[in-house]
């Protein structure tokens, strides 16, 4: 099971947690943007599956970049569109390869998550709902 959580201890900030690590996230500046979290996310899964690639076939693992970008929908609610360029620098690969190598970004949950644009649950908890939970 994957688990993150985030606290707000009042002002733009946030803790953010995971069963690993923990760092902050911010709209104003202080922290990562939760967007570009979201995007950062999507390249270290896709960049995962891609040097697994390059380890399972016995070649040379090159320094490689993957990055992201997007643009807000116009409704400002969600993002247009991502788009993710695996730049693998010198290292020259055929159209076979190339496209072993978009199969195994393909194995990325997050990516096969939002294709697929899972349902999410939101609840909102107050305090008597925990006092009532003793």
């Known amino acids: 099971m ?8 009042g002002d733009s900030r946030f803790v953010a947690t995971t069963p690993h690590s923990s760092f902050v996230t911010d709209t104003q500046g202080k922290g990562a943007n939760p967007v570009d979290t979201l995007l950062v996310s999507l390249c270290s899964c896709i960049g995962h599956y891609v040097r697994e690639h390059f380890i399972t076939k016995g070649s ?3 320094v490689f970049r993957v990055s992201a970008e997007s643009d807000t929908a ?3 609610s969600r993002l247009s569109a991502i788009s993710v360029r695996i730049d693998v620098g ?3 690969l055929g159209p076979p390869e ?4 978009l199969a195994e970004a393909g194995r990325c949950k997050i990516y096969g998550t939002l294709r697929q644009a899972c349902r999410i649950y939101v609840a909102v908890v107050d305090g ?3 006092s009532g939970a003793a």
């Open 128 to 130: 008597e709902a925990q």
């Open 2 to 9: 994957y688990q993150a959580s985030v606290e707000n201890w």
């Open 98 to 101: 190339q496209a072993e190598i």
């Open 60 to 62: 040379p693992l090159p």
């Open 90 to 92: 010198r290292v020259r």
């Open 74 to 76: 116009r409704e400002d």
